[in-house]
Antibody
Framework: EVQLVESGGGLVQPGGSLRLSCSASGFTFGSFAMHWVRQAPGKGLEDVSG????????HYADSVKGRFTISRDNSKNTLYLQMSSLRVDDTAVYYC??????????????WGQGTLVTVSS | DIQMTQSPSSLSASVGDRVTITCRAS??????LNWYQQKPGKAPKLLIY???SLQSGVPSRFSGSGSGTDFTLTISSLQPEDFVTYYC????????FGGGTKVEIK
């Protein structure tokens, strides 16, 4: 059974930083692209970032480009999202998401339970 | 960027009804269209990928169709657990989601 468990969310002040982690199990982590998708309270889903299976290619939404960095450690079966210069409108539940393929096919077949990031003074 | 317009944003229906949700892309996305179901307080779940392929484990009452710019998700006979929110998502160029459709009990 695929399991994706996010951690690292919490309350941070505007301009601050936070690092999210996603621990994966139940599948060969190093064989699949991974993504972060977020959902602001009461709102729809929004792409954040993606990374190919070997980490060689990354993608960022325009709204986070230059502020967020996605990375992965295949030896630890873990996906990361380093977030800096956080803004109030970054407040959301952040989901760790598994892609169906090694490249970014952008078909999300497994999701974590999400971790809440709140940016507020 | 490709915009995804989902309609309606909400609908009311009864158990057993046939329901259709539409998603329109601002340009052709071939069949790079996926559908997700989200229950309150839970993560989304993949229902349909590549416009018409049923994800493993998803009940056969769910089906998808379309190509190019116009797509539909059909639920052939609504069950009580289907009264939740549905999202379309394109993966042709970058990645964008539709605004969602909330299916409510009439």
């Amino acid at each position: 059974e695929v399991q994706l468990v996010e951690s690292g969310g919490g309350l941070v002040q505007p301009g601050g930083s936070l690092r999210l982690s996603c621990s994966a199990s139940g599948f060969t982590f190093g064989s699949f692209a991974m993504h972060w998708v977020r959902q602001a309270p009461g709102k729809g889903l929004e792409d954040v970032s993606g990374i190919t299976s070997n980490g060689g290619t990354t993608h960022y939404a325009d709204s986070v480009k230059g502020r967020f960095t996605i990375s992965r450690d295949n030896s630890k079966n873990t996906l990361y999202l380093q977030m800096s210069s956080l803004r109030v409108d970054d407040t959301a539940v952040y989901y760790c998401v598994k892609d169906r393929e090694w490249a970014m096919a952008r078909v999300f077949d497994d999701w974590g339970q999400g971790t809440l990031v709140t940016v507020s003074s | 960027d490709i915009q995804m317009t989902q309609s309606p944003s909400s609908l009311s229906a009864s158990v057993g009804d046939r329901v259709t949700i539409t998603c329109r892309a601002s340009q052709s996305i071939r069949t790079y269209l996926n559908w997700y179901q989200q229950k309150p307080g839970k993560a989304p779940k993949l229902l349909i990928y590549a416009a018409s392929s049923l994800q493993s484990g998803v009940p056969s009452r769910f089906s998808g169709s379309g190509s190019g710019t116009d797509f539909t998700l059909t639920i052939s006979s609504l069950q009580p657990e289907d009264f939740v929110t549905y999202y379309c998502q394109q993966g042709y160029s970058k990645l964008t989601f539709g605004g969602g459709t909330k299916v409510e009990i009439k």
